[in-house]
C-alpha cells in the first residue's frame, strides 16, 4: 500500500486562536477516536519538529533565510490506497487541519 507524508503547514495570513483547557480535552478526545478509526493507516505519527540546520555541498550562501521549521509545524506518514484515501485520514485528524493550517500529502514513491 503506498505510503504518504503528511506536513503539517502554517498557511498565510492564517493565525489560529489558542484552544481552552476544555477544547483541548475534546479535542484529546476526538484524537483517539481518529487514532482507533484509522490505526490501519497510521505508519508514523511523527511529531512536531525541533532545531535543524541546512546542510548543502558548498558552503551555505549568505542571507536570512527562512527556516523549515516556520514552515513546517510537524508531519506523520499515513498508507492508503491512494491519495485521495491518505488526505481523509489527514483531514480527519483533530487539530491537524483547521483555521490558519494545512495539510501537505505528498506520495513517498520508493524502488
Given at each position: ?13 492564517g ?11 475534546e ?18 505519527m ?16 549568505d ?5 523549515i ?10 498508507s ?9 485520514v ?7 487541519v483547521g483555521?490558519g ?11
Amino acid at each position: 500500500m503506498p505510503k504518504y507524508l503528511c506536513l503539517q503547514r502554517s498557511l498565510p495570513g492564517g493565525k489560529a486562536e489558542r484552544p481552552s483547557p476544555a477544547q483541548m480535552q475534546e479535542m484529546y478526545a476526538q484524537f483517539g477516536a481518529w487514532q482507533q478509526k484509522f490505526k490501519a493507516n497510521l505508519v508514523d505519527m511523527g511529531g512536531r519538529l525541533g532545531e535543524g540546520r541546512l546542510t548543502t555541498a558548498d558552503p551555505a550562501p549568505d542571507g536570512p533565510f527562512v527556516e523549515i521549521k516556520e514552515l513546517v509545524g510537524g508531519y506523520m506518514i499515513v498508507s492508503a490506497d491512494s491519495l485521495d484515501a491518505a488526505i481523509e485520514v489527514a483531514r480527519g485528524c483533530p487539530g491537524l487541519v483547521g483555521p490558519g493550517s494545512g495539510v501537505d500529502v505528498i506520495e513517498i514513491r520508493t524502488p
